[in-house]
C-alpha cells in the first residue's frame, strides 16, 4: 500500500513565522501536489511537483512556496504566517499521469 | 479551471435509507472522479469513471456517467454509518501535468 506521511497532525503557529510543512511518500512516485481544505471551498490546489527540483503553481500559491530536493520528500513553505492561511493542508502523490491521487491524512494548522 | 458543483452539501439519513448525490459541471469532463473522506483522514480515490454512459458498481455504491459527460451520480443502496464522510468529485484532466479539480463535496451522515 502506498504511504503519504505527513509530518504533523496539527501545528499552531503565530503570525509572521516561517512555517514548514513535510511530506513523504514511500513509492517513488513521480508526481506530488499540495492541497488546503476550507470549508465551503473544497480542495484548492496550491503547488505540484512533476520531477526533483520542478515544481508549478497551483490554483492559489500566493504566501507559498515548496521545496523536493528528493524524490520522496515535498515541503510546502509558508514565508509569513497569516491567520488566513489557516486551514487544513493535504499533501498527496501520484505514480504518473495516469494514476490516482494518494493523500495523507492532513496536517491541521491554526495561524494565531 | 473548471467549475464542479456537487449536491446536496449535507446529508443526513438513517441507516439502511438509500440516497444519490450528484456531480455537475458547465463543460464536458475529460475523466470524472469519487473520493470517500472519512473524518480525520485524507480523500481515498473511490472509482474513476471515463466514458459517457459508464456505470461503475463497488459494493452498494452505483457511480454513473452521463452520456454527455457533463454529470454524474452516486447511489448507495441501504446506507451503513460506515458509509459517513465526504464524497468529492474530481476532474482529472486528459493530457498535460495532472492537475486535479475537485468539488466542495457532499457531507453525508448516517444514523444508526
Known amino acids: 500500500d502506498v504511504k503519504v506521511t505527513q509530518s504533523s497532525r496539527y501545528l499552531v503557529k503565530r503570525t509572521g513565522e516561517k512555517v514548514f510543512l513535510e511530506c513523504v511518500q514511500d513509492?517513488?512516485?513521480?508526481?506530488m501536489f499540495w492541497y488546503r481544505q476550507d470549508p465551503g471551498l473544497g480542495l484548492r490546489l496550491i503547488y505540484f511537483?512533476?520531477?526533483?527540483?520542478?515544481?508549478e503553481k497551483g490554483d492559489i500559491p500566493e504566501g507559498y512556496s515548496v521545496s523536493r530536493e528528493k524524490k520522496e520528500r515535498f515541503s510546502l513553505i509558508l514565508e509569513s504566517a497569516s491567520t488566513n492561511q489557516t486551514s487544513m493542508y493535504l499533501c498527496?502523490?501520484?505514480?504518473?499521469?495516469?494514476?490516482?491521487?494518494?493523500f495523507g491524512n492532513g496536517t491541521r494548522l491554526t495561524v494565531t | 479551471t473548471q467549475l464542479l458543483e456537487q449536491s446536496p452539501q449535507f446529508l443526513s439519513i438513517q441507516e439502511g435509507e438509500n440516497l444519490t448525490v450528484y456531480c455537475n459541471s458547465s463543460?464536458?469532463?475529460?475523466?470524472l472522479q469519487w473520493y470517500r473522506q472519512e473524518p480525520g483522514e485524507g480523500p481515498v480515490l473511490l472509482v474513476t469513471?471515463?466514458?459517457?454512459?459508464e456505470v461503475k458498481k463497488l459494493k452498494r455504491l452505483t457511480f454513473q456517467f452521463g452520456d454527455a459527460r457533463k454529470d454524474s451520480s452516486l447511489h448507495i443502496t441501504a446506507a451503513q454509518p460506515g458509509d459517513t464522510g465526504l464524497y468529492l468529485c474530481?476532474?482529472?484532466?486528459?493530457?498535460?501535468?495532472?492537475?486535479?479539480?475537485f468539488g466542495i463535496g457532499t457531507k453525508l451522515q448516517v444514523i444508526p
Open positions: 498527496a502523490s501520484s505514480l504518473n499521469l495516469d494514476s490516482p491521487l494518494h
Open positions: 513509492m517513488d512516485h513521480e508526481n
Open positions: 511537483s512533476y520531477d526533483v527540483k520542478m515544481k
Open positions: 463543460s464536458v469532463f475529460s475523466s
Open positions: 469513471v471515463v466514458t459517457g454512459g
Open positions: 474530481a476532474e482529472k484532466p486528459s493530457g498535460g501535468y495532472q492537475k486535479v479539480t
